[in-house]
């Protein structure tokens, strides 16, 4: 719950309270006193912070506002942020036609038919990750046995890279994602990410015709015709790598918080296993963990909820925030899995949005599907005091998650 004592904050990203599932409260309080509103950064920069869905959905379909970190006043949370979007260079911080044209050598990929061929892999690894979680017995760190090792796999297997390399890509992946990294690490880890995936594109180039992954695929259709270098190849597959790597695992570990918090909705979830999509759905919308993700930059003079935003200015349209807004969502401080209209942004708007969905919701279908099958007693071994968070990340997460059954 909020703590209304506490003195209402201006400098932006806002700090969260002592639950940090719950969003900041300033969020609530400027969405209705003043929803295009001024917030200072760490470097003492300016920005304009929106908070209403149907603004933050405006400025997200508005090519007006570029997503580009090279254009003059484009915003950062951090030192690290802004040297991890200097080692980035690739489409999902890009405009239009270059975003384009990298998009959509990926577009297939993440076709919903074509994701939906992956369920059978995802299934029989997850049986397996549990039963790991079995073996290992009550008190078992649900993070570390199966939120963590499920994504990681399945876009490794998905890309092809070798399993040798999972648990260091997933260990730089994080490091990026990490605001409080020093931006010389940040540098370092993506300069060794892209490096190790070159490397393994230039392994797989002789025999890519008979590959069946996701980089063999690029071999043969981008970088052999000569419309895409292996360095741009490999950053695209960090990109991958660290979207499809990072917030599936967070959103199984805060999905499944959330559920021990509201056991009326998990009593729910277990007696009508159909509500798994709207409860998926509702996680995605109370739990936005990519919190920080919409950086944008006017490049010419627009106007937003009847505030003049200039050329050059910076903006955040807020997704977690929108998720929050009371005129689109009745109640939104409720975790409701029969909520009948969730038009959330858990995964952006307009041309940014999260090509990656159908994957995670996937991955995300199944995980929440399978566990109470199997673990139908389920529940927290520890208080929630000692529950920890990252809040200072691009995207939020819960360390460990000891359970019992």
């Not at 190790?196 to 590959?211: M, V």
């Amino acid at each position: 719950m909020y703590d209304e004592a506490c003195p209402v904050q201006t400098q932006f990203p806002f700090k969260r309270g002592t639950d940090a599932l719950v969003p900041p409260r300033e969020y609530d309080i400027f969405r209705r006193a003043e929803p295009v509103r001024r917030v200072t950064l760490w470097n003492g920069q300016n920005a304009w912070l929106i908070t209403r869905w149907q603004d933050v959905r405006e400025v997200l379909a508005n090519n007006t506002f570029s997503a580009d970190p090279d254009k003059p006043g484009y915003p950062t949370t951090s030192p690290a942020r802004g040297a991890e979007l200097k080692a980035r260079k690739t489409f999902i911080n890009m405009d239009p036609p270059e975003h384009t044209r990298l998009r959509r050598m990926l577009t297939r990929e993440f076709m919903v038919k074509r994701i939906g061929q992956l369920r059978p892999m995802i299934e029989e690894l997850l049986q397996e990750l549990l039963d790991d979680l079995e073996n290992k017995g009550p008190g078992a760190d649900l993070v570390a046995l199966v939120s963590k090792p499920l994504p990681a796999n399945v876009i490794s297997t998905m890309l092809g890279v070798p399993q040798s390399d999972f648990a260091r890509l997933g260990y730089l992946s994080a490091l990026r994602n990490d605001h409080s990294s020093k931006p010389e690490d940040i540098k370092a880890a993506a300069e060794e990410m892209v490096g190790r995936l070159s490397e393994i594109i230039d392994e797989k180039t002789p025999n890519s015709a008979a590959g069946e992954d996701l980089l063999s695929r690029l071999i043969e259709e981008q970088i052999k015709p000569g419309d895409l270098s292996v360095i741009e190849a490999a950053r695209l597959s960090a990109l991958l790598y660290i979207a499809g790597h990072e917030t599936t695992t967070n959103q199984i570990g805060l999905g499944m918080l959330t559920l021990f918090r509201n056991p009326d909705q998990l009593a729910k979830l277990k007696a009508n296993p159909e509500l798994v999509g709207p409860a998926v759905e509702e996680m995605l919308r109370y739990v936005t963990l990519t919190h920080l993700n919409s950086a944008r930059v006017a490049t010419a003079d627009a106007v937003v909820a009847g505030q003049l935003i200039r050329a050059g200015e910076p903006v955040y349209p807020n997704l977690a925030a929108a998720n929050y807004d009371p005129d689109v969502f009745k109640c939104p401080h409720d975790f409701d899995i029969n909520r009948a209209e969730n038009p959330h942004m858990a995964f952006a708007y307009g041309v940014h949005q999260c090509l990656g969905q159908p994957l995670a919701r996937l991955e995300l279908m199944v995980f929440f599907s399978e566990i109470f099958k199997r673990f139908p007693t389920m529940e927290l071994a520890v208080s929630e005091e000692q529950i920890r968070f990252v809040t200072e990340a691009q995207t939020l997460s819960v360390l460990e998650l000891p359970v019992r059954w």
